[in-house]
């Protein structure tokens, strides 16, 4: 019995320390025989703050259930983004879904989020302090979430490198470092 009521309190912590956002209400006619039935469409994407999103949809006939369905199913859908610093991304980045392209940059400390609608939310549910982000092509938040998405998965963390790679960090991190001081020479002379 104790067993099952810790249990029970880890997954109610665990559920408090996400942050929801809202990001789009659409609301959506179906003509039928006797005339019009309204439903409602919710996006909404999930985070902890730390580095772990993810987004989800739901329809249902009014505003409260939608989003109710859509925070359940991004729940279902979190995943893990490495941040470097936790503040900012490892590098550049692009990502496209569908018509939606958005690009994505590192900033220095001081920065803040630079992003337009879908995205901000986005970057501050992740935790995301300093990055400038681009859309184009798309404005659908739908198709603006998932290219971010895809953009975030995409990320590769030196550590991460350096596991394919099977170095240490520290040789791919002060390689990167040597190079770029060596390209500053050249240009100087």
């Known amino acids: 019995m104790a067993q ?16 929801e956002k809202l990001v789009f209400v659409n609301r959506v006619a179906k003509t039928v025989k006797g005339g019009r039935t309204m439903s409602f469409a919710a996006l909404v994407v999930v985070g902890d703050q730390k580095g772990r999103i993810g987004f989800g949809s ?17 729940k279902k859908n979190l995943v893990r983004i490495p941040l470097r610093e936790g503040r900012t991304l490892h590098h550049d980045i692009s990502g496209r879904f569908g018509a939606g392209k958005v690009v994505l940059r590192t900033a220095p400390a001081g920065t803040g989020v630079i992003a337009g609608g879908p995205m901000r939310a986005v970057f501050e549910v992740l935790g995301v302090q300093d990055v400038v ?34 170095k240490k960090v520290g040789d791919i991190v002060s390689r990167r470092e040597n190079t770029s001081n060596a390209k500053l020479d050249k240009e100087e002379a």
């Open 133 to 166: 982000a681009k859309s184009l092509g798309s404005n659908n938040p739908y198709n603006m979430i998932k290219a971010t998405m895809v953009a975030l998965r995409s990320i590769n963390s030196p550590r991460m490198v350096a596991a394919k790679r099977g």
């Open 4 to 19: 099952s009521l810790e249990r029970h309190n880890n997954k109610a912590e665990k559920k408090e320390e996400l942050v």
């Open 58 to 74: 739901g329809k249902a006939a009014e505003v409260p259930e939608a989003i109710v369905k859509a925070t359940n199913e991004a």
